[in-house]
């Protein structure tokens, strides 16, 4: 585009160039919108025709489209006390998730000086190795035998036959430590455009500290806490992982069920219902959540 | 960026993001999104009738065999199940491949759960595509679900005499598979109750597993549902190889209060392995031979539990498009000359179905040979239970009520 001459009719070049703009706008979507066609709507598609199968079907016969709606009211009154336990895990795991990541954030951009690169990898490390052995690894860390479980029954926070592993602290521990990247990350990024001349500017309005962190450092840091508890909550609510690894049955969440559902019994009509309605209630959530909280700049 | 009105459009906006909602405004950014949308959903509207089943038509499923070309198999199995690859002298799936020169890339722990398994290779095999997988090994009702599905290829008996020699009688044809066309035994087992004797006292009842305060929380259960509900069955009094579906619904709420009470502390596939070995449960349902070749004998015991214990077969299958059919029955062979399977046995402690293994085994290892594992007495197998066979609609019900219990 800088090769576009010095235009002598400047009305007319405008237009050309809005038309062209217009057009390369379309061009960098395309590969975007391409890839979530394919491998988000198509399938969410076929995943909305599937939980409207007729359930009498099977994995060996296959199954019929028979729009069969009540799917979606057979899988909730099976499975909503699984629903309610996933919202409310996650919903722990992200409020833990935020209060934990907040001062670290809050110290990498404000505190760490030459450390702040260093302190980032740091941050990011856990994710140079696979999910599944971290949370494995959690098992190990968390077990009867292990050194955190006979500590805490040492300065007697559990009793003597307590334990960590299979309990609904462990798996919400383990979905915060999971996570917790997702919140941190974000957090930092809003933290770090904060301008700091605007936090002197309180102090020389004689505004305390905390008053100072009140009311203008945290508003501004507002969209990294948003989208932090978004990228934490929505992938908690659907995790199946944690629960199945660090769980008991009655531990376990939504994903678990919908896991069961379609690889052991090859109910694919219960399982894409479960699944869509998981989606759908997530989305109602954000959708209220963002409204509330506002998406002025999330980015 | 050389035009100033675009570069004051740009600048206001603040960023790329910005400039590029200026390029496409939000009305017709939705318009041809939903254009997309409906683009790519037409496709999507076929399968808006329904799929279609996962049997393949039979014989039309085929591959050419290139074992005398290629010298090489893949093999998938449960952990536990051969004895060390890596041990030069002992193992004998080193010497198969010294003898043959066919070389086994080994799975080790593939397999960890029949339905799992069937989850893993059912996309490829439902669609006639290759797992690529030479053979694996799945338990009775899974082998006689493939068969069914036609995902097995046919073996040929001229290939492989040691079986049609050695195989014991009592394996020779069950209902699934009369001929033993499609599937040959790896090795049978029995489920029944492993515990560590340094932390519990014995358990010798699933009554008392399931029951006994000092193991709340410290017991594992298995994710086979024919396993697990074999017991509860039993403890409702009833047969498990002939039940109605209100039993079976009995013996689930059975289930349902072990799991609401906190006695059982989660479900386990093979893995039940490591619990035991970290020490986080100290009994649970457990199949016999691991106790030895896994657990290593010694402190963790194996009982039948007083109720009754399963009895049941894994099979060797070959899968439709696998492409070395005539090197897996070499295999095959290999492991019915008794040697092999006085070998194997001597290690892995599963029920030998090699006629003659017995008298091979006396004269390397005579404990071996005296072991209930290996070799049970009539007296043992008589306290043996098998799962009823189920019909599809029972299977998927049944199945349904055991994860529903399993999913809290």
Redesign the interface.
Known sequence: ??A?P??PA?RA??DG??SR??G???L??VPG?LWL??FF??PT??LF??SL??PS?????????TWHVMNYVDAVT??W??FV?SFAYAGIATVVCLALSYPLAYAIAFKAGRWKNFLLVLVIAPFFTSFLLRTLAW??IL???GPVTSFLQTIAVLPDDG?L??TPVAVIAGLVYNFMPFMTLPLYASLDKVDHRLIEAAGDLYSSPIAGFRRVTFPLSLPGVVSGTLLTFIPACGDYINAELL??????MVG??IQ?????????P?AASLSLILMAVVVVMVVLYIRRAGTEDL? | ???P??MVRMGRGG?V?AG?S???GRRS?LR??SL??M???V??LL?????????VEADTCTSTDLSAKEKSIVFSNWIGYVDPVKAKDTSTLEKFQQETGITVDYKNGDVNDN??FF?KV?PQL?DCRSTGRDVFVVTDYMAA?MI??NWVQKLDHDKIPNVDANLLESLRSPSWDPNRDYSVPWQSGMTGICYNSELTDPVTSFEDLLTRPDLK??VELLTEMRDTMLFMLLLEGSDPADFTDDEFSAAIDRLQGY??S?Q????AGNDYVDDMK???IVACEAWSGDVINLLGGGKYKWVPPSEGFAIWTDNMLVPNKAEHKANVEELMNFYYDPVNAAKLAAWNYYLCPVEGAQQEIAQFDKSAAKSDFIFPSAETLAAGHQFMPLS??QE?DF??QF??????
């Not at chain 2, 994860?403 to 809290?408: A, D, I, R, T």
Request: net charge neutral; hydrophobic share 35%.
């Open positions: 585009m800088s576009a010095p235009s400047p070049a405008v160039e809005t703009r217009r390369l706008g379309w960098l979507l919108m066609a394919v709507l198509f598609i076929q025709f599937t199968y007729d079907g099977s994995y060996e016969q296959g199954y019929t489209m099976d499975t006390n699984l336990r098992r190990t077990s009867d035998q334990r592993l299979a769980g008991t049955p009655k531990q376990y678990n069920r069961s559902a379609f690889l052991t019994e090859h109910n694919y219960l980015v | 960026m050389s035009e009105a675009s960023g993001l590029a200026a390029g496409v950014f041809g999104a997309a949308a683009a790519v959903g496709p999507g399968s808006a009738c329904g799929t279609g089943g996962a049997k339905e799992q989850a059912s439902g679900r069914e599905l929380g410290k799991v609401d906190g059982v502390r989660r479900f970290s020490g986080d599809g609609d998927r199945q349904r994860n529903e219990v399993m999913g809290g």
